[in-house]
């Protein structure tokens, strides 16, 4: 099963943001009220590990372990990146979570978790239906 | 043991999220990003003529696998190596959420929030239910998330995601310092 080491990758990066709390609701109120530096601490030291790998994979030309050029697609930049991240931003303070932590967060017992799951689809596809009427 | 069951602190728990990036690239040639995976729920649950969702999911389905991965993963560091303790939140973010009405520090979500009686509630509602559509609409909308823009793009150095989880944070704060208050309230 080909996919079968990315469901492994999975598991440890949900395992990772349970043990790292910050999948907590409790953890993002801090974080937006500038009351420690946990949240500052993981987000950035995991963009500075981020950064030095990709840097050193571009310089050394480095390969996929089946021998694949490695290719990254360049984001680019719409109104959305804007307007959406902002909507983003509201309900992350609301709920506390991104869509990595809706899933670690069921999978840690907290069932409910699940309606706000159930609703991000429902925001995604409304997207969807909407998107040739939003400003991009 | 104790390593397991400890909460672990930011310069353990950052790093490691970090080398997701080249293990994903590494692994399979993939660019590290989860919001991509409501995409494909609907893609895949949703009967629908709308043009964004049809395309080939199964050829992305490894996201699909490894959100489900995270399930399991969640699972294990949550129930079966579950911390024992409160998160050691700071003095004054304990203050601070206490004047939002929380007085439950037991978990990672508070208790009195995040219920299924507390969906009847205009609060709960708010919170889960309209908190949820935007998280989905809002990251569609960007094109990407925390883990997609703020750690995939900004390792890669692509300014558009520097924009995009500035407007994040810009959100949050607006949330946690103007809304919030109101909501809970209700």
């Known amino acids: ?136 | 043991m104790n390593f397991l069951t400890q909460p672990w602190p930011w310069y353990i728990t950052g790093p490691l999220i970090g080398l997701m990036v080249p293990l994903l690239l590494l692994f399979g040639n993939k660019a590290f990003g989860i919001s991509s995976s409501l995409r494909h729920i609907c893609a895949m649950c949703i009967p629908t003529n709308v043009k964004f969702f049809k395309y080939d999911w199964k050829a992305e389905s490894w996201n699909l696998i490894f959100a489900l991965g995270m399930i399991v993963g969640g699972c294990i560091a949550g129930i079966v190596f579950k911390n024992p303790n409160n998160i050691a939140l700071s003095e004054s973010a304990v203050t601070s959420i206490s004047t939002l009405g929380i007085t439950n520090f037991s978990g990672l979500i508070p208790a009195e929030v995040f219920t299924f009686s507390s969906l009847l509630t205009l609060k709960g509602f708010i919170l889960m239910v309209v908190g949820g559509f935007l998280i989905g609409f809002g990251t569609r909308y960007a094109n990407g998330c925390t883990s997609g823009h703020a750690i995939m793009g900004m390792s890669n150095l692509q300014w558009p995601s520097l924009v995009s989880t500035c407007c994040f944070f810009a959100g949050g704060l607006l949330m946690t310092w103007v809304i919030l208050p109101h909501i809970m309230k209700l």
């Not at chain 1, 902002?86 to 670690?104: D, E, I, K, R, V």
């Open chain 1, 1 to 136: 099963m080909k996919n079968f080491k990315f469901l492994v990758l999975g598991i440890v990066f949900g395992f990772i943001l349970i043990k790292g709390e910050v999948i907590s609701w409790f953890r993002i109120q801090e974080m937006f009220r500038f009351q420690s530096f946990h949240m500052y601490g993981v987000i950035c030291s995991a963009i500075v590990i981020g950064m030095i790998s990709i840097f050193i994979i571009k310089k050394f030309n480095i390969k996929t372990f089946s021998g694949a050029e490695i290719k990254i697609a360049p984001k680019e930049f719409t109104k959305g990146n804007i307007i959406g991240g902002l909507l983003f931003g509201l309900g992350w303070a609301m709920t506390g979570a991104c869509p990595g932590p809706l899933y670690a967060l069921i999978g840690s017992g907290s069932l409910i978790v699940i309606v706000i799951l159930l609703s991000a689809v429902f925001g995604t596809y409304m997207y969807g239906v909407l998107k040739d009427k939003l400003p991009h």
